[in-house]
Structures are given as C-alpha cells and as structure tokens.
C-alpha cells in the first residue's frame, strides 16, 4: 500500500496554495435560478441563536437537534448568500457579512453531541456539558466550519474588504486558533491515531476539510508542508484500518465521508504538487474508492448493513470523479446517475467544498478510458467483499445481500449473518436501517434501540437469546459459494445461549433464495427465525405472501406477525407507513433444522 506521509514528504517542496475559484459565467441557467432562489428563502429567514441551553440539551435530555439545527441552518444561509454574491448579486453581501460575523463569535465551532474528545481520561458530556473557548477540539462540523469560512474569504474576500478588511482577517485567526493550530500542535485529538486505533470516517473527513482550511490561505514559511505531510500521517494510520478488500463496514452511505473524503485529500494533495502526487494506481485506495459500485442494489437501494439509510444521499459528483480517476467506466455512470443539483450537497451537512466541486464538474458522460482490472469473484452479478465478509448475488430479477463480519465494526448493528433480499429492484426482506441520531445512539444503551439488535435483523432468536454486541462475537468458517454464503453464527451469540453449531446457508437462483439452519445447542430451547418485511405479510394455508414473495411455513409452528410503524423522520423517509416482523418459532429441542425457499407470489404453489 502506498504510504502517504513518504510520498508527501518527498514532494514536500512542490507544496502550494491553492484558490478554489468558480467559472461564474459558465454555471447553467437551471443552477443559477436554484441558487438564487434559496439565497433569496434564506435570507428571509432570521440568524438563528445558539444558546447555551441549545447546546446543554445533549447532555440533559439526548437531543442534538437542538443545538444542530441553528448550527447548520447558520450555515447554510452562508453557504447560499456566497454562492449569489458570486453570481454577482450584490444584495445578499451583508447576509455573508452578518454569516462570518456570527459564525466567528461561537464559543465552539463543535457540536453538543461531539464535545468531548473520547479518550482515555476524559470527562463525559455530563461532566463537560459546555465547550471550553481556550481549549479548542476539532470534531468533523469544526473541520468543516473552517472549510467553508476559508473558501468563503476567497470567493468573496474583495467584497467583505470593501466592507472591512477585518473581516477576511477575522476568519484567519479563527481559522489558526480553532484548527489549523490545534491540529498542529497537540497529538491527543482521538481520530488522529495516536492515542486510538479503531479509527472510523472522521479522519479523512476532518483531514479533507483542513487540508482545505491550510491550501487556502497563506501560511508562514515551511508550515503548508509540514501540516500536509502530517495530514498524510493520519490518513495512513486510517488507510492501516481500512480492509484490503475497500469495503466500508459503516455502510454504503458512509462512503461520502469515508473514501468520499479520501478522493478530496487525493486530488488537493495532487493539485498541490501540480498533478505530481497522484496515488491512483495504488490497490487498496482503487479498492476503497470503486466501493459504491459494488454496494449498489438498484433504483437508489445500496447495501444498508449498520448505520446506513437503504436509499442513502451518496455524492454523485464524487462518484462520478472516482470513476474517472480510475479510468473505470462504470463506476463513473454510476455517479452520472446519481447526481442531483449542486444545492443537494448543502441538503444535509453542508459540504460546501463539493457543492463548488458540482458546479464546475460537467455532466456530461465519461469518456472511455478503459475499465479497471475485476476483483477476484467480481462480475457484473456476483460481489464478494472477503475482508467485510459481505456478499451480493443477482439472478434473474433477484438480488441477495448477506453479511458475516462481527458485531464490533463501526456503526455497528448486531447482525451477523443478515441478509436482504430485493425482486425486481424492489424490496422484500430488509434491514430497518437508521434512525435519528440521539444521545443514546453513541452510549451504553445503544442496544436498546430496537433497529440496532440482531432481534430485528434476519438472524435466529435462540430461546431468549439475541446477538451480542463486541468484536469476539462473529461469524466464523465463512465459506464464498458460487451463488451465495455459508457460516457459522454460533459465535455471534452470549455463551448463555448454548449455540454449538448454527451454520446458514444462502443460496440464490433465477427462481428464488434457498436458506438453510443446522443449529445445534447444548440444551433444548425453541428457535425462532425472524424475517423483517418491507410489506404486509398475509398468512393463509401454510404459507405466508408479502410483497411479491411466498413462503412455506413447516406445519405447527408458531407464527407471530408484528407491525413496526416507522415513527422516526430519517427511517420514514426510506420506509414510510410500517414495516413487518415476521417470528416463526420451532418447539424446544437440542437440534434445529429450518430450510426456507422464498420464490415470487406468481409462481405456482407446491
């Protein structure tokens, strides 16, 4: 694997500022009205506060809507007044002016759920439930406040001197004292990798956004290096963790922040030697950025293992950009389809460096350049991620998702063994996916939440007994099958729970998926099998129809059917109405021997 922190270090006279201009004059008449028209709603809308009692609502009641909501509404405006001064509608500067003034009066650029740096020894939100001025953290929003005041002051930086010059210097000594000089000066910040390893997406994300903050203004002399040389250190201690196979164990929805924000440090880091430091060769980084490719479904659906929507917001802008760097064809149309208007990269957090990136990134499709080189067991059907034990098979119309893994990755869900199961791109057996971020999401308790436990994924119940949460708990003998997956579960599962041997079999055919349990335990229990069900599930001579599926049950068991109505806005936007538990319960016995067949509703009953 190429290493980063040598490769910058031997390029480090090559190192230049950057300026993040925008061609104005060549932005299409549809983006321009869609900029000026949010411009112009949001400068209807007042300069939200953000109070004390905002932040404080973390730790007393769990909400982080409390304190995000004016944090990125703030910023937003900002994003969209810039945009239309850059248009040349003058009108909406003083809305910039009051946008930098009262972002830079915040105690903190760092959200209430993120401020406490979880290290050894540090306090918890209770114990620290307001951020210290004079001891600045850098989580991923701060990063990313920096990103958008820096690209700011240049976009519009002759405008707000006219105004006053102190304003284009007011965000460079805030920009030095809440991140460039932390991020220099102290080794304690957890997603660095010093102190900790089990590094996740913040490190390219929050290294992307300072690599901007640094190459867009200027620095003192040697330090533009030396910071980029040190950034490169980090994004190879998260290169260290990330598996050869590429995949994201955070799921597909995450790739934005994860290899989404290692393509942006790629490309400033290749701008920033005038296209000599170009890793786009190297396997493991060409592995991790064709990732969304391979976690594609169909009709918006990707893989939605762990934290991840089943319909995500994934960067077409980026996609796209990977498949061209790649010289991968494919992968680039995928991005092309993808691809929404600019102001959709503002839409959730705002990745105002993208947003620029859209609008000067056409459209049109990408040239051949030549796919790249398959990776063993890919086709256009067949997916097998063996580092992420994730697997992805279509037949016919039919596509199977199925996961072994452990139940200690990021973002975890308990649900080793989990598949889904799409007909027709449409989808039948599901994983529930996310929810709204609380408190309780990141805590202790966060198996409390009915999506997160293997209770409500597809994976056995034995007895009482569902999955447990922790690395040690994962599948074993995972065995890649030509048109599906076999492992082992019984590791996945307490020691409580008496699970000798559980071993599942997937196996997907142009007419339907076959599954098969063989599960020993150390004493009788009964066994349910749980199925979650995008669609109403009817029950009816033996058998059970949903959707466009039929299923045979085994006379005398036991079927419990549950309707989940989807409360929560984040899951109702994927899965609005209910979706529907299946449990089907085989009485007490040391063995257990379950073989399901699910085919299309059309297809002649046996």
């Not at 209807?44 to 944090?71: C, H, N, Q, V």
């Not at 037949?395 to 990021?410: P, Q, Y």
């Not at 109405?577 to 073989?595: C, F, K, N, Q, Y």
């Amino acid at each position: 694997m190429v290493c980063l922190e040598k490769e910058a270090d031997r390029y480090r006279s090559l190192f230049h500022a950057l300026r993040f201009d925008v061609p104005w004059d060549r932005v299409s008449g549809a983006v321009r009205e869609e900029i000026l028209r949010e411009a112009e709603a949001a400068s209807k809308l007042p300069w939200p506060m953000r109070p004390a009692t905002g932040f404080l609502a973390f730790s007393r009641s769990g909400s982080r809507k409390a304190d995000e909501d004016p944090y990125f509404l703030r910023r937003r405006k900002l994003c969209w007044a810039v945009l239309a001064c850059g248009l040349g509608e003058t009108r909406y500067l003083d809305d910039v002016v009051d946008g930098v003034w009262c972002i830079c009066e915040e105690t903190s650029w760092v959200i209430s759920a993120h401020n406490v740096n979880p290290i050894p020894g540090a306090p918890s939100a209770a114990e620290y439930p307001l951020p210290d001025p004079e001891k600045p953290y850098i989580d991923l929003f701060s990063a990313q406040t920096g990103m958008i005041l820096a690209l700011t002051a240049q976009l519009a930086g002759d405008s707000l001197d006219q105004v006053s010059p102190m304003l284009r210097e007011r965000i460079r000594r805030e920009i030095r004292r809440r991140i460039l000089d932390p991020f220099m000066n102290t080794d304690d910040f957890w997603w660095m990798g010093f102190r900790r390893k089990d590094l996740c997406n913040w490190t390219p994300w929050i290294v992307s956004n300072v690599m901007i903050c640094a190459l867009a203004q200027p620095l003192g002399p040697g330090l533009l290096p030396e910071l980029l040389i040190r950034a490169c250190g980090m994004l190879d201690r998260w290169l260290a963790v990330v598996p050869p196979d590429g995949g994201c164990d955070e799921g597909a929805g995450y790739w934005n922040m994860a290899g989404g924000a290692l393509l942006d440090c790629l490309e400033l880091l290749e701008s920033a030697t005038d296209g000599v430091l170009s890793c786009w060769q190297d396997e493991k980084i060409r592995n991790i950025l064709s990732f969304p490719g391979k976690a594609e479904i169909g009709g918006g659906f990707f893989l939605n293992f762990a934290d991840c929507d089943a319909v995500p917001f994934l960067s077409g802008e980026r996609i796209q950009t990977a498949g061209e760097k790649l010289g991968d064809p494919s992968l680039a149309a995928l991005g092309l389809r993808l691809r929404r208007s600019p102001g959709a990269e503002l839409s959730d957090v705002p990745h105002f460096s993208r947003l620029l990136k859209a609008l000067t990134h056409p459209y049109e499709s990408p040239k051949e350049t030549g796919a790249s080189a398959p990776l063993p067991g890919k086709s256009p059907e067949d997916v097998w991620l063996p580092d992420l034990q994730v697997r992805l098979v279509r037949r016919g119309g039919w596509t199977l998702a199925c996961k072994g893994g452990h139940n200690g990755e990021n973002h975890n869900h308990n649900d080793v063994g989990s598949f889904m199961l799409y007909l027709d791109g449409a989808p039948e057996i599901v994983d529930a996916g996310n929810m709204t971020y609380t408190a309780k999401t990141f805590s202790d308790r966060r198996y409390e939440l009915w999506n997160t436990r293997s209770g409500y994924h597809n994976v056995p119940l034995i007895g009482m007994f569902e999955q447990a949460a922790g690395a040690e708990y994962r599948a074993s003998e995972v065995e890649f099958l030509p048109d599906g997956l076999r492992l082992d579960l019984a590791k996945s599962y307490p020691s409580g729970a008496g699970v000798l041997r559980c071993l599942r079999t997937l196996n997907l055919d142009p007419d339907g998926l076959s599954l098969t349990d063989r599960i020993t335990l150390s004493e009788a229990a009964e066994v349910s099998w749980i199925f979650l069900l995008r669609n109403r599930p009817e029950q009816a001579d033996g058998q059970l129809r949903f959707g466009k599926l039929r299923l045979e049950v085994p006379a005398g068991w036991k079927t419990v059917l549950e309707e989940i109505p989807i409360t929560d806005p984040r899951m109702a936007r994927v899965w609005p109405g209910s979706l529907w538990r299946v449990r089907i319960t085989d009485s007490a016995a040391p063995e257990h021997s379950a073989s399901w067949r699910f085919v299309s509703a059309a297809s002649v009953s046996r």
